[in-house]
């Protein structure tokens, strides 16, 4: 979890994102792979992001492998793929989150994650280390997003229903590498596209700004 002193801008009145959206905003939906589950101990050893607005992707993805300066545990390069061989010689990431940072661009942008604290929590306590504020940017939390605008899978009574892939499944997004942290960014993306959808008739002040925009899908103009 990331370390209590470094402040996250947390978005939360979701009843807004398709205003933020239709009005030109800019996301990037980014994931991290890391050698464990605590930013103080761990490290990066992936990021993955992709840029896009309203209108669809912007530019090419952001997708760096990152040397930790510890082994690859087993059981990560089993769940991801990743092996200590691919890493070795790769940018550490004090090379590399700078490098995101260029690719976000700047603090208007919003940032989107699934449990989004882990991995801006990653991302911030390697700034510390390198002596660079904390991320200003607002972020939307794509999980908890995910349980307001479905908040019947949770009478299933299956767990991990809210997870990024089980989310995936039931909403046939595409997945084409499971924990790798550049379909995963993809994969976030395309469910926060797919809640704007699915949630429209419970935003807020959005039509305004959706009439000054082109109709990408999966929003079509005979919604209006």
């Given at each position: 979890?990331?370390?209590s002193?470094?402040?996250?801008?947390?978005?939360?009145?979701?009843?807004?994102?398709?205003?933020?959206?239709?009005?030109?905003?800019?996301?990037?939906?980014?994931?991290?792979?890391?050698?464990?589950?605590?930013a103080?101990?761990?490290?990066l050893m992936?990021?993955?992001?992709?840029?896009?607005?309203?209108?669809?992707t912007?530019?090419?993805?952001?997708?760096?492998?990152?040397?930790?300066?510890?082994?690859i545990?087993?059981?990560?390069?089993?769940l991801?793929?990743?092996?200590?061989?691919m890493?070795?010689?790769?940018?550490?990431?004090?090379?590399?989150?700078?490098?995101?940072?260029?690719?976000?661009?700047?603090s208007?942008?919003?940032?989107?994650?699934?449990?989004?604290?882990?991995?801006?929590?990653?991302?911030?306590?390697?700034?510390?280390?390198?002596?660079?504020?904390?991320?200003?940017?607002?972020?939307i939390?794509?999980?908890?997003?995910s349980?307001?605008?479905?908040?019947?899978?949770?009478?299933?009574?299956?767990?991990?229903?809210?997870?990024?892939q089980?989310?995936?499944?039931?909403?046939?997004?595409?997945?084409?590498?499971?924990?790798?942290?550049n379909?995963?960014?993809?994969?976030?993306?395309?469910?926060?596209?797919?809640?704007?959808?699915?949630?429209?008739?419970?935003?807020?002040?959005?039509?305004?700004?959706?009439?000054?925009?082109?109709?990408?899908?999966?929003?079509?103009?005979?919604?209006f």
């Amino acid at each position: 979890m990331p370390h209590s002193r470094h402040k996250i801008h947390l978005y939360k009145d979701y009843r807004y994102i398709a205003r933020e959206y239709y009005r030109g905003a800019v996301f990037v939906a980014f994931d991290t792979e890391t050698t464990g589950l605590h930013a103080d101990s761990d490290f990066l050893m992936e990021i993955g992001a992709v840029k896009f607005n309203c209108g669809g992707t912007i530019g090419e993805p952001f997708d760096q492998l990152i040397q930790p300066p510890v082994s690859i545990p087993p059981f990560l390069t089993e769940l991801t793929h990743i092996t200590n061989s691919m890493v070795q010689g790769m940018p550490t990431a004090a090379s590399v989150v700078p490098e995101f940072l260029k690719f976000v661009g700047d603090s208007r942008v919003i940032l989107l994650a699934h449990n989004a604290p882990f991995d801006v929590g990653f991302i911030n306590v390697e700034l510390e280390r390198a002596l660079i504020d904390p991320l200003p940017n607002r972020v939307i939390d794509t999980l908890p997003l995910s349980r307001w605008a479905y908040p019947n899978c949770a009478e299933e009574g299956e767990s991990g229903v809210y997870k990024l892939q089980s989310l995936a499944k039931r909403l046939s997004i595409p997945v084409h590498a499971a924990h790798r942290a550049n379909d995963d960014a993809r994969v976030c993306m395309d469910l926060f596209t797919r809640i704007v959808q699915d949630t429209i008739e419970r935003q807020k002040s959005w039509k305004q700004h959706a009439t000054a925009v082109s109709y990408p899908n999966p929003i079509q103009p005979e919604l209006f």
